[in-house]
């Protein structure tokens, strides 16, 4: 089992950046494939990207593809976001996730078994 926690979450202006880590417990950590996700107000949860288990693959979806970078640490048991030229419609609250197997790049969201509480991010036009 591993236990999730978000960070670096906050408002900022379109155009800017900013970086989102989860801190994963336990010492499994490079076990599992990673993922982040996010949900805006009124909408459904969707996928935003995933990265395997060594980082050596990564996959976006495209309304991120190009602004975002997902990176993982496994010394420190941290997956990151990097998001840049933020738009408003990058809104949401982000979520990481976890999964096995651990050499895969998972989209849905009913392929992951941990979650984290989730980070607000909100962007301003």
């Known amino acids: 089992q591993v236990q999730l926690v978000e960070s670096g979450g906050g408002l900022v202006q379109a155009g800017g950046s900013l970086r989102l880590s989860c801190a994963a417990s336990g010492r499994t950590f490079s076990t599992y494939t990673m993922g982040w996700f996010r949900q805006a107000p009124g909408k459904e949860r969707e996928f935003a990207a995933t990265?395997?288990?060594?980082?050596?693959?990564?996959a976006y979806a495209d309304s991120v593809k190009g602004r975002f970078t997902i990176s993982r640490d496994n010394a420190k048991n941290t997956v990151y976001l990097q998001m840049n030229s933020l738009k408003p419609e990058d809104t949401a609250v982000y979520y990481c996730?976890?999964?096995?197997?651990?050499?895969?790049?998972?989209?849905?969201?009913?392929?992951?078994?941990?979650w984290g509480q989730g980070t607000q991010v909100t962007v301003s036009s």
């Open positions: 996730a976890a999964a096995r197997p651990p050499n895969a790049l998972l989209r849905r969201i009913n392929e992951y078994a941990y």
């Open positions: 990265i395997n288990w060594s980082g050596g693959s990564t």
